[in-house]
């Protein structure tokens, strides 16, 4: 079944940290450029980062501002994003994409006292 499952979110307060997981399966996970999206209430879907199949490019939204750090371990076929310094405006549903292929269900991160 090709597939991909995230993992990691919750709540948490501002200024904490989570780290985000995302497995492949049913694909070539490794040869798979890989992304995060994240749609909060009201708004459309955005990407926050996005890295090629070896790790060797990526790119971040202007909004992560050194906080998020994405990143992947294709031996795990598994897709992360370490997200930092959190702020209330980062609340939403997190979405990891195989780039052209699948969608993963989401996550939900809420960041709030």
């Known amino acids: 079944q090709v597939q991909l499952v995230e993992s990691g979110g919750g709540l948490v307060q501002p200024g904490g940290s989570l780290r985000l997981s995302c497995a492949g399966s049913?694909?070539?996970?490794?040869?798979?450029?890989m992304s995060w999206y994240r749609q909060a209430p009201g708004k459309a879907r955005e990407l926050v980062a996005t890295i090629s199949s070896t790790g060797g490019i990526i790119n971040y939204a202007a909004f992560v501002a050194g906080r998020f750090t994405i990143s992947r371990d294709n031996a795990k076929n598994t897709l992360y994003l370490q997200m930092n310094s959190l702020k209330p405006e980062d609340t939403g549903v997190y979405y990891c994409y195989g780039n052209g292929l699948l969608w993963g269900q989401g996550t939900q991160v809420t960041v709030s006292t």
């Open positions: 049913g694909f070539i996970f490794r040869i798979t450029s």
